[in-house]
């Protein structure tokens, strides 16, 4: 088991910054591929950025590379989402999740583990 706990989500203005935390905390966790994903009201949930545990492998959704960033602190067992110039179309629930097969990261279905969720929320 995985256990995953979203953190850092909060309303800013448009063209602020946010960063979320994902704590994970179980067995293996350093075998897994890291995501997040977003979901707005009404919408499918999208992948925003996976990154490895244990490798070099960093993925983003092209609509967000460059204003987001991933990145992890294996010591504290916790991947992060910097997200600047932050756009009202950003306002979603982000969560946060753990792929055992780490490939087809954009798919939801590829993670095996999710946790509950941060708001983030972008005045305009």
């Known amino acids: 088991q995985v256990q995953l706990v979203e953190s850092g989500g909060g309303l800013v203005q448009a063209g602020g910054s946010l960063r979320l935390s994902c704590a994970a905390s179980?067995?293996?966790?350093?075998?897994?591929?890291m995501g997040w994903f977003r979901q707005a009201p009404g919408k499918q949930r999208e992948f925003v950025a996976a990154?490895?545990?244990?490798?070099?492998?960093?993925w983003y959704d092209d609509s967000m590379k460059g204003r987001f960033t991933i990145s992890r602190d294996n010591a504290k067992n916790t991947v992060y989402l910097q997200m600047n110039s932050l756009k009202p179309e950003d306002t979603a629930a982000y969560y946060c999740?753990?792929?055992?097969?780490?490939?087809?990261?954009?798919?939801?279905?590829?993670?095996?583990?999710w946790g509950q969720g941060t708001q983030v929320a972008v005045s305009s």
């Open positions: 999740a753990a792929s055992i097969r780490g490939t087809l990261l954009a798919d939801t279905t590829s993670y095996n583990y």
């Open positions: 179980g067995r293996t966790v350093s075998a897994y591929v």
């Open positions: 990154i490895q545990w244990s490798g070099p492998g960093i």
